[in-house]
């Protein structure tokens, strides 16, 4: 039984077909319909698509202007990208310890390593439960320090009804496989702010600024573009999008899945003192792109007994995400020791993820349950 699966059917070739027989597979028309697609669901005014989440959190970070000398505050319990995006710009990540009942950023622990320094703040919805926005907002907002929301596990996740990716300053949305949808590889950055916008837009695109000043030269076939920024080509290409948007057609049956199959794994485990479950934050509008279970008893070796006899009978898990201060090029470089950030560092060493996925059976489910119920 695999962790998960995409979903694809005839909607995906009927659409790859169109792109190929248009003879136009790189960022183009099939591109700018998945970007409103995205931007519709997201409730946001503008959708940029481009190669990957981290590529989208790589364009938020420069679309910030963030620099050397610059702070930004991460989760201590994400994916490594949370932080490589600070990197990338020279800035400094600062890690903030998590709240192990939704493993999202602690607010009060955000408050107390705000520095002058600070520039924005990286909050990850993890696993598809939206981030306490409204305290994050409040520690932000007055500071003027940005909001770059990490919405990487969190298409159509909302936050007290209202859509992630259009919360803070700008959002970050991943297609990688293990999403509820996805474009093979893939990513999208979304924002209200046409400022933001246009300086992404130029950046996926080699740092393209429009067309020359028609007042020196009138244009014509000679005409090209200009170049103002230093840019990337991180651009998605229709061919890509073409999948995304039979993916979109689908969300909402399959968001609507996963929530079942959320809840059914929570109902069946609700007795097993040993087990937490997510059951933190603003559970209604959790999408679930990971059931993530965390073994209160017997530590990492506990966990790791019970995920090797899932594994004995070819069940995939994986641990839920990763302690980024414990990792060698963050620990090396800032100093870090393993127990700075001990809810990241207890996250990473108890938490299971289980198998969620179209299709999933409740037989599929009860055999799952059965073992961790045996285990726990």
């Known amino acids: 039984m695999n962790i998960t699966e995409p979903s694809f059917d005839e909607a995906e070739i009927a659409l790859l077909r169109e792109c190929l027989d248009s003879k136009w597979v790189t960022q183009g028309p099939l591109t700018e319909r998945f970007e409103r697609l995205i931007a519709e669901k997201q409730d946001v005014k503008h959708a940029l698509a481009c190669t990957s989440c981290t590529a989208a959190l790589h364009l938020a970070t420069m679309a910030l202007k963030l620099g050397p000398g610059d702070e930004v505050i991460v989760p201590a319990f994400t994916w490594v990208t949370s932080a490589h995006s600070a990197e990338y710009v020279g800035a400094k990540p600062v890690f903030v310890d998590v709240d192990l009942s939704t493993y999202n950023i602690d607010p009060e622990k955000l408050k107390a390593a705000i520095t002058p320094r600070t520039k924005a703040i990286v909050a990850v919805h993890l696993f598809g439960l939206a981030a306490p926005m409204d305290e994050i907002k409040a520690i932000a907002e007055p500071r003027g320090i940005a909001i770059i929301e990490d919405a990487a596990c969190a298409i159509g996740t909302t936050y007290k009804g209202k859509p992630v990716g259009a919360i803070g300053d700008i959002g970050c949305f991943s297609f990688h496989p293990r999403k509820a949808v996805t474009t093979g590889e893939g990513g999208a950055v979304t924002t209200n702010r046409d400022d933001l916008a246009a300086r992404v837009r130029s950046q996926r ?15 014509g076939p000679w005409t090209m573009a200009t170049f103002g920024n230093l840019g990337f080509n991180l651009r998605l290409s229709d061919i890509q999008a073409a999948v995304g948007v039979a993916q979109m057609g689908k969300l909402d049956r399959l968001l609507a899945e996963r929530r079942r199959l959320g809840r059914r794994y929570s109902d069946l485990l609700s007795d097993v003192n040993s087990i937490g479950l997510p059951s ?10 990971s059931y993530v279970i965390r073994v209160l008893d017997g530590g990492r070796k506990h966990r790791n007994d019970i995920m090797r006899a899932l594994a004995q009978e070819n069940i995939q898990t994986r641990p839920g995400t990763h302690a980024v201060h414990r990792l060698e090029y963050y620990s090396k470089k800032y100093g870090l020791t393993a127990g700075q ?23 599929d489910q009860r055999k799952v349950v059965q073992i961790v119920r045996a285990m726990g």
């Open 280 to 289: 933190g934050g603003d559970v209604d509008g959790h999408t679930y792109q």
């Open 205 to 219: 695109n080699h740092g393209a600024t429009g067309a020359p000043d028609p007042s020196i030269e009138p244009p």
């Open 341 to 363: 950030f001990p809810n990241a560092a207890s996250a990473e060493d108890t938490t299971i993820t289980l198998p969620i996925f179209p299709g999933m059976t409740e037989d």
